[in-house]
């Protein structure tokens, strides 16, 4: 049964299993309604929220920091208003995207309540970075919904179930040798042939 659970363990899609679970966090209401997602900037820390920028209906760009609070608001100048209004995503965050919802099994976010759905990724460089993905949902009455998930903890929660299934293994192999296996070779053994 444990090594059946170790099949399972890696062949299921715990990333997918992982993000289902996660429950969406209702962030603090803007000053402002939301016109328009301008940035989001994905932290180091796991256990802090995506920085946000968002363009407001007062014509102004508010930000809330990792912890979920705004904190800043400016009125853009000309230029850059014409650059948060014009900012889509690039096609490197796009392609990020997709390689994300597609090794997730992750589909698009639907919802009719919701005014502006807004989907971010961030895709790992190196071997001990993490994959991030957001979601950010801005309802129609102005609340906004956060869901934010790293490859880092369901990749911890299988390595750590797999140690422990391994070591378990190890440990009760010796209790089934000792059991079915007789190793003492100093034992007489019956001498079938004698007469």
């Known amino acids: 049964m444990p090594i059946v659970g170790l099949i399972v363990l890696w062949n299921i899609n715990i990333y997918k299993i992982w993000y289902d679970h996660i429950p969406w966090v209702k962030l603090e ?26 363009y407001a209906e007062d014509k102004k760009v508010h930000h809330m920091n990792g912890n979920g609070q705004w904190d800043s608001a400016y009125r853009p100048d000309y230029f850059q208003l014409g650059s948060i209004k014009a900012s889509t995503i690039s096609p490197y965050e796009s392609a990020c995207i997709t390689k994300i919802q597609s090794a997730w099994a992750l589909d698009d976010e639907q919802d009719q309540n919701a005014a502006i759905i807004y989907t971010r990724g961030s895709c790992a460089y190196r071997s001990y970075d993490d ?40 440990l009760s192999s010796l209790f089934w040798i000792h059991l079915f296996i007789d190793f003492d070779f100093m034992k007489l053994k019956p001498d079938y042939e004698s007469k």
């Open 131 to 170: 994959n991030k993905y957001a979601v950010y949902k801005i309802m129609q009455n102005d609340d906004i919904w956060v869901k934010y998930v790293t490859d880092e903890k369901p990749r911890e929660f299988r390595k750590w179930v797999t140690f422990s299934i391994c070591l378990f293994l190890a």
């Open 29 to 54: 209401p803007s000053p402002s309604k939301v016109v328009k997602i301008h940035h989001v900037m994905f932290p180091y820390s796991p256990d802090r929220l995506p920085e946000l920028s968002v």
